[in-house]
């Protein structure tokens, strides 16, 4: 246990450490409490205990891409799909307004519909509205992406899932992980806030990978990172497989804000599938960030990544007044700025090339 509170103070102090350091840390469940109460005092320190509400607009759950793991893939014959207008979209940002978000989350599948005009136009409507904007609508050519940025998109959400290129490669067919990486690049240097993430859980992902993963964000500087278990859902390939540990999930999270001390890192709902008020827990190992769904009616319910989504019959206001409640019980209250990651600490997090991140390999 001394060589575990060395790591997690080392962690804790430096914001570093190597890829045996953090696969040791993954791999020792007995360490889980020490850790999260050391990611929750740096994120205290850094990013303070204001908690960013960002609306979620599930806009299409048309896809042309065939990952494994998700219920949205193209070849699952029973998802009942849906697009929403440029009109319905816009909508709903205004009433994300009204609820008192100020960052709208524009998500969908890979839908071929929505070209890189159609969306700039969506952008430019709801950047007039002062909202600042997430994009999450997976890999397009540097010039969408350069577009979108123009029309006033801020940050953009694009999760690797895995760094292991193998494991990436089996799991999404027809996809490659230097486009993936390519797109992560892309839009840092357009100027965007990058948000990406992995899943935890994969069949054949270890705690090493993992671990790899994390020097990955680190060396992409990553401004938002999402991690969510694996939850498996029995119209894709993966529908029989384990499902994610909770526990690993947690203290990967802690383990990104002690190494990424800045980042904003949401408390995902998948967590709150797994275990109940997952996401206060969440909140409490590091995290600053929750994504309430603000998309209304059954558009909820066909959204449908994983079975046992919570919180698919309620409404965006229920949603609203139920997570401020939550969040003012944990001491902690809903900010009320736009959320964009502050690199005020930013000379105590040496921007590093390190000779284990999956980069090299």
């Not at 109460?37 to 065939?66: K, P």
């Not at 944990?330 to 736009?338: E, I, N």
């Amino acid at each position: 246990m001394l060589e575990t509170n060395f790591l997690i103070e080392k962690a804790a102090k430096t914001h570093h450490l190597n890829l045996t350091e953090i696969t040791s840390l993954l791999a020792d469940s007995s360490c889980e409490e020490a850790l999260c109460r050391a990611a929750d005092t740096v994120r205290h320190d850094f990013v303070g205990d204001g908690v960013h509400l960002r609306g979620l607009i599930e806009f299409s759950n048309i896809c042309r891409q065939d990952c494994m793991y998700c219920g949205l893939r193209r070849d699952n014959g029973n998802v009942e799909r849906y697009r929403l207008t440029e009109d319905e979209i816009v909508r709903l940002a205004e009433k994300a307004k009204g609820y008192g978000y100020r960052t709208v989350v524009l998500q969908s599948g890979e839908d071929a519909h929505f070209t890189a005009e159609r969306l700039a136009a969506i952008v430019r409507r709801i950047h007039a509205m002062d909202l600042a904007i997430t994009l999450s609508v997976g890999e397009r050519p540097r010039e969408d992406y350069a577009l979108w940025r123009e029309a006033g998109a801020d940050r953009y959400l694009l999760r690797i899932e895995t760094t292991d290129a193998a494991l990436y490669e089996s799991l999404d067919p027809g996809m490659s992980y230097e486009n993936r990486v390519r797109c992560l690049r892309d839009l840092g240097e357009l100027g965007y806030e990058v948000g990406t993430g992995s899943l935890v859980g994969l069949p054949g992902q270890t705690a090493e990978m993992l671990a790899r993963d994390i020097l990955f964000f680190q060396d992409i500087d990553a401004d938002m990172i999402g991690i969510g278990p694996l939850i498996p859902n029995g119209d894709t390939p993966l529908g029989t497989a384990a499902p994610g540990d909770f526990h690993l999930t947690r203290r990967m999270v802690a383990l990104l804000r002690l190494l990424l001390p800045e980042a904003n890192i949401p408390a995902t709902t998948a967590m709150e599938t797994m275990v109940p008020r997952g996401r206060e827990l969440i909140l409490a190992s590091g995290a600053n960030v929750v994504m309430p769904n603000v998309t209304e009616g059954d558009y909820r319910r066909k959204y449908a990544l994983y079975p046992g989504k919570i919180c698919v019959a309620d409404t965006p206001a229920d949603c609203r007044a139920c997570m401020s409640g939550r969040i003012a019980a944990m001491g902690r209250f809903v900010a009320k700025d736009k959320g964009f990651r502050h690199h005020g600490h930013h000379g105590s997090q040496p921007h590093f090339k390190d000779t284990d991140t999956a980069e090299s390999q």
